[in-house]
């Protein structure tokens, strides 16, 4: 399997932005996706995560109320849509597979100014 994450770019802080994650490869059907983000200087840290089959999410609490993840199992695509956004969300935010997310993507950079 492999992930392809793109949208990421840079934004002001209050905008919106899409990413985008694309799987490819074999047969693909994942326990859940997710997202992640690791800023300079810091470790990587979950984001949101969705429920291949039945598309349940959770959320960090420092994105949740402004942060949205979803899927289109048509498209082997999941999305994370970010809205209200801030300065502190600048990162590389990497998509991710599996029950113990053993499938990663290549990241993409978003940065937000203040």
């Known amino acids: 399997v492999q992930l392809q994450a793109s949208g990421g770019g840079l934004v002001q802080a209050g905008g919106s932005l899409r990413l985008s994650c694309a799987a490819s490869?074999?047969?693909?059907?994942?326990?859940?996706m997710g997202w992640f983000r690791q800023a300079p200087g810091k470790e990587r840290e979950f984001v949101a995560q969705i429920y291949w089959s039945g598309g349940g999410a959770s959320y960090a609490d420092s994105v949740k109320g402004r942060f949205t993840v979803s899927r289109d199992k048509a498209k082997n695509t999941v999305y994370l849509q970010m809205n209200n956004t801030k300065p502190e969300d600048t990162a590389v935010y990497y998509c991710a597979a599996g029950i113990s997310w053993t499938s990663w993507g290549q990241g993409t950079q978003v940065t937000v100014s203040s």
């Open positions: 490869g074999r047969t693909f059907n994942p326990y859940r």
